[in-house]
């Protein structure tokens, strides 16, 4: 059975760090994507940013704030947040689906596992 596990979120003052993670079981973690996804009170759910197989993709309101990394021998994904604004606070979701190793998606519709979204809320 896959499972995915978010944690890490947290509340946290404008300018502050936390980091995500997502572990993941009952899959070949190497030949996965996993994403990350937020979703904003009131708002739908948006792509953050993603990796596989080594190849990452970010947001671009992200780059340079948001790091993104895996530990295969973990099972594990990663997701370090520095420099949060009050616009990053929501429910970060990772997600997964099997890519072959190939680059991994923004859109939804090819993740077929979910976590359960841990909440991160940044406060100005």
């Known amino acids: 059975e896959v499972q995915l596990q978010a944690s890490g979120g947290g509340l946290v003052q404008a300018g502050g760090s936390l980091r995500l993670s997502c572990a993941a079981s009952g899959f070949t973690f190497a030949d996965y994507a996993i994403g990350w996804f937020r979703q904003a009170p009131g708002k739908a759910r948006d792509w953050v940013s993603c990796?596989?197989?080594?190849?990452?993709r970010q947001l671009d309101s992200v780059k340079g704030r948001f790091s993104i990394s895996a530990d295969n021998t973990k099972n594990t994904v990663s997701l370090q947040l520095n420099s949060l604004k009050p616009e990053d606070t929501g429910v970060y979701y990772c997600?997964?689906?099997?890519?072959?190793?190939?680059?991994?998606?923004?859109?939804?519709?090819?993740?077929?596992?979910w976590g359960q979204g841990t909440l991160v809320t940044v406060s100005s």
């Open positions: 997600a997964a689906y099997w890519a072959g190793r190939t680059e991994c998606a923004k859109r939804e519709r090819f993740y077929d596992y």
């Open positions: 990796i596989s197989d080594g190849s990452i």
